[in-house]
């Protein structure tokens, strides 16, 4: 069984950093693709990053790409996402996503965390 917990997720100003931590419970996690999403209220679910399974190989959307970095530690079971240069357009609910064969697809993992908001002010 696989849960996810993702934290970190606060009110920060325009310009600010933020770190999302996302722990993995289950014996596979590093032999399993992570991947974080988020969804703004009346928004589609949107892709942000991905990572493989040893953090080799790396995936953005365009919107956080150069601002924001996914890695993982296997050796603590956790994946994060840093956050720079934070815009109000970053503001959404962050979910972390465990086990996929399509990095970008939000339907192609099959284990979800519950969720952290992030809320940058302006």
């Known amino acids: 069984q696989v849960q996810l917990v993702e934290s970190g997720g606060t009110l920060v100003q325009a310009g600010g950093s933020l770190r999302l931590s996302c722990a993995v419970s289950?014996?596979?996690?590093?032999?399993?693709?992570m991947g974080w999403f988020r969804q703004a209220p009346g928004k589609e679910r949107e892709f942000v990053a991905a990572?493989?399974?040893?953090?080799?190989?790396?995936y953005y959307a365009d919107s956080v790409e150069g601002r924001f970095t996914i890695s993982r530690d296997n050796t603590k079971n956790t994946v994060y996402l840093q956050m720079n240069n934070l815009s109000p357009e970053d503001t959404a609910v962050y979910y972390c996503?465990?086990?996929?064969?399509?990095?970008?697809?939000?339907?192609?993992?099959?284990?979800w965390g519950q969720g952290t908001q992030v809320t940058v002010s302006s």
């Open positions: 289950g014996r596979t996690f590093s032999n399993t693709l």
């Open positions: 990572i493989s399974r040893r953090g080799g190989t790396t």
């Open positions: 996503s465990a086990d996929s064969l399509v990095p970008r697809v939000a339907t192609s993992y099959n284990y």
